[in-house]
């Protein structure tokens, strides 16, 4: 898996890694469920960093790809009682929270073996042991 620092960030994100994370997944399992390959060519632009997600959400082919899924959710959501929408709400906070653990311990992983290549160079720059530089 790339670093948060290598993934492009999505534009609606605010600036939040994991909800550009949650969105980029979340356009990944749209783009495989569409039948439309310029839908998901679309997708795989934006998924890349080559697309906004802002601007491409204004357009058309988006707007059609999406249709079907808003209008089933708008359904199920209206069907709900507010206890099941609050429970959906901190659901989906505790996701977002797993998720910026997750990225946080990605990161201090790549510290980790960015220190260690770090030591393993400073280890080489003395020409190796004694036995290499011919003692």
């Known amino acids: 898996m790339s670093s ?9 994100a605010g600036g939040d890694p994991a909800l550009s994370r949650h ?33 491409a959400a204004t357009s058309d082919l988006f707007a059609q790809a999406m249709a079907p899924h808003v209008g089933r959710f708008v359904e199920r959501y209206q069907q709900l009682s507010e206890e099941e929408r609050e429970e959906l709400a901190r659901q989906g906070e505790r996701q977002l929270a797993e998720q910026r653990e997750a990225i946080a311990e990605e990161r ?24 290499q530089r011919g003692w």
């Open 4 to 12: 948060p620092e290598q993934e492009p960030m999505m534009d609606v």
């Open 23 to 55: 969105l980029r997944d979340s356009l990944k399992v749209l783009r495989d469920a569409s039948g439309n390959p310029e839908f998901q060519r679309l997708a795989d632009d934006i998924i890349a960093g080559r697309q906004g997600l802002r601007a």
């Open 108 to 131: 201090r992983e790549a510290e980790r073996r960015a220190r260690r290549r770090d030591d393993d160079d400073d280890d080489d720059e003395g020409g190796g042991s004694f036995l």
